[in-house]
């Protein structure tokens, strides 16, 4: 029989393998933001987030391109749609905005996805509702003051019900996240603001799914710190490869997108 872990991991994998097709027909794209985001938007939409009920939160909006792979894998979008994907007047647009599909609001403006989410939340708790409020985050947007400023009024109010789940990917526009300003030590900044913070690799299945739980049973906002990798699950990519907006001319989308399917199919 197969777990639950092991379809998390198949669709995963299918994540990364849309998200290259994706950026394929365009030449260019957020493909590293859906290689190390693949198995925390595969975990949590897997088995926890319940579409209709609970909200999703995309504070950096260049991650739609994960969010889309995986609606399209779990019925929420029609497949073929994805091969609009950032093409001139698409609702699956590169970076998201108001007209994105399945998400509750998505920020092209990063470090104002938190205070979207606490509203949400905030308006659960008000009318007695007992919907899950799940943002995304990463970690170069956590460089913005209006992070902590949101960080501190959800732990004062103890919003319980909402869930951060932050991509350490290290990787930002302006180059390595940890060369422009230092952040760590992540887990034991957010603590200090009176968050439950949990550490995970961020691409073991397991340990998501583990660290999810444990954040939905707390009596506070918690935050998953996720270590990934934006190069994760390809080869193919040379290792200069720019990891944050990457550049895919066919004689490279060719090799990756092979070496995904062949993931992909033995996932």
Request: glycine share 10%; with cysteine; proline share 5%.
């Amino acid at each position: 029989m197969t777990s639950r872990h092991d379809q998390t991991t198949r669709l995963a994998a299918r994540i990364r393998l849309h998200a290259a097709r994706m950026v394929a027909r365009e030449g260019l794209g957020y493909l590293g933001q859906a290689l190390s985001s693949a198995e925390l938007l595969a975990t949590l939409f897997g088995s926890f987030f319940r579409p209709g009920h609970d909200h999703f939160v995309l504070s950096p909006g260049h991650y739609t391109i994960g969010v889309f792979a995986a609606a399209a894998e779990l019925g929420w979008l029609e497949p073929a749609e994805l091969a609009a994907y950032g093409a001139d007047g698409s609702r699956l647009e590169a970076i998201g905005s108001e007209r994105s599909p399945v998400v509750d609001l998505t920020c092209g403006s990063l470090g104002q996805g938190l205070s979207g989410a606490i509203g949400l939340a905030l308006s659960d708790r008000m009318r007695g509702r007992d919907a899950r409020t799940f943002a995304f985050l990463s970690d170069g947007e956590m460089e913005e003051g209006q992070v902590w400023e949101a960080a501190m009024f959800a732990a004062h109010h103890r919003l319980h019900r909402l869930t951060v789940i932050c991509d350490c990917n290290n990787s930002q526009v302006d180059g390595p996240v940890e060369s422009v300003t230092t952040l760590e030590p992540i887990p034991e900044r957010w603590r200090a603001f009176g968050w439950t913070a949990i550490e995970v690799d961020g691409h073991d299945v397991p340990a998501i799914s583990a660290g999810i739980q444990t954040a939905l049973a707390g009596d506070r906002p918690a935050v998953i710190v996720a270590r990934t990798d934006p190069g994760r699950g390809v080869v193919a990519l040379p290792e200069d490869t720019d990891r944050h907006f990457v550049k895919l001319p066919p004689e490279l989308a060719g090799p990756v997108i092979r070496e995904l399917e062949e993931l992909a199919s033995g996932a």
